[in-house]
T-cell receptor
Framework: SQQGEEDPQALSIQEGENATMNCSYK?????LQWYRQNSGRGLVHLIL?????REKHSGRLRVTLDTSKKSSSLLITASRAADTASYFC?????????FGKGTRLSVIA | DAGITQSPRHKVTETGTPVTLRCHQT?????MYWYRQDPGHGLRLIHY???????DKGEVSDGYSVSRSKTEDFLLTLESATSSQTSVYFC????????????FGPGTRLTVT
């Protein structure tokens, strides 16, 4: 499957700092997606990076993809308390998405 | 939020009773999914649909059935609820297969006593 595995499982930072989360996967993918989940809510799509892309930006988000290492990273710059959430990566291919357990990010004001 | 609603939002039921959860979309997306989310397990796919009357199993489909008689509605039925099915259930939709982003509903919290 294209299940993503996020690392670390939990991350706690001060407001204003950058947060970096990593993702690894095992099989080939067409693209990799990152989602955010606020407590008690459904997941929200953040960004999609295609397998032929190496880096992508969206606002304060920066995603990298290294298909040779089967890994991705999500960088959130200048974090805010509102960024407190769980973050999931998922590689997509020819089978339904398989979500990992996520990284729980806490941003302390 | 994308036009996805789930009903009910909260339900408490007794072991052995049937339960049906409803997902309704106004986006005319072809794909619909049911997931459950439990502490320590992340989000797990139960069933999904790729069109009216076209459904397939996910990784945790035992004890669940689904139906999709029209594009906008996807029903999840617990045939005989068990305590292990206490969970938060999320519906999601997408315009295409797995390479497309998914839009999630607000979730249904189900407690089986």
């Amino acid at each position: 499957s294209q299940q993503g595995e996020e690392d670390p499982q939990a991350l706690s930072i001060q407001e204003g700092e950058n947060a970096t989360m990593n993702c690894s996967y095992k099989t080939s993918i067409n693209n990799l997606q990152w989602y955010r989940q606020n407590s008690g809510r459904g997941l929200v799509h953040l960004i999609l990076i295609r397998s032929n892309e190496r880096e992508k930006h969206s606002g304060r988000l920066r995603v990298t993809l290294d298909t040779s290492k089967k890994s991705s990273s999500l960088l959130i710059t200048a974090s805010r308390a509102a960024d407190t959430a769980s973050y999931f990566c998922v590689g997509s291919g020819n089978t339904p998405l398989v979500f990992g357990k996520g990284t729980r990010l806490s941003v302390i004001a | 939020d994308a036009g996805i609603t789930q009903s009910p939002r909260h339900k408490v039921t007794e072991t052995g009773t049937p339960v049906t959860l409803r997902c309704h979309q106004t986006e005319n997306h072809r794909y619909m999914y049911w997931y459950r989310q439990d502490p320590g397990h992340g989000l797990r796919l139960i069933h999904y649909s790729y069109g009216v009357k076209d459904t397939d199993k996910g990784e945790v489909s035992d004890g669940y059935s689904v139906s999709r008689s029209k594009t906008e509605d996807f029903l999840l039925t617990l045939e005989s609820a068990t305590s292990s099915q206490t969970s938060v259930y999320f519906c999601a939709i997408s315009d295409g297969a797995s390479s497309y982003e998914q839009y999630f509903g607000p979730g249904t919290r189900l407690t089986v006593t």
